[in-house]
């Protein structure tokens, strides 16, 4: 899950500002974003409740939105999630480890 989250924020870094203006760097934003939502829907019961501070079911329910609407994805907020959600998602799960 950390690895996907982290390639999604770096390759939209590496495209710049406008990276959601390039469809290749959109799709493997969008890939990588739906992994972190495959990854989370197969977190145990124990670690959600453990962590109820996630909203699992939110990030497993942007991966459905990704794989399942692709064609219709809102880019708006493949960019807020990954400017802004992810991002804490990552500082979260990089506490859980220590």
Do not use: C, F
């Not at 708006?76 to 959600?85: Q, S």
Request: charged share 25%; hydrophobic share 50%.
């Amino acid at each position: 899950m950390r690895e996907h989250g982290r390639q999604a924020v770096a390759w939209a870094r590496e495209a710049g500002s406008a990276w959601t203006d390039d469809p290749k760097t959109v799709a493997a934003v969008a890939q990588a974003v739906g992994q972190v939502g495959e990854a989370a829907r197969r977190v145990s019961t124990a670690t959600r409740a453990a962590s109820a501070d996630i909203a699992w079911a939110a990030i497993a329910g942007m991966r459905n939105r990704i794989y399942q609407q692709y064609g219709s994805l809102d880019v708006a907020i493949l960019r807020e999630t990954v400017a802004r959600d992810l991002s804490a998602l990552l500082k979260r799960l990089d506490a859980m480890q220590r």
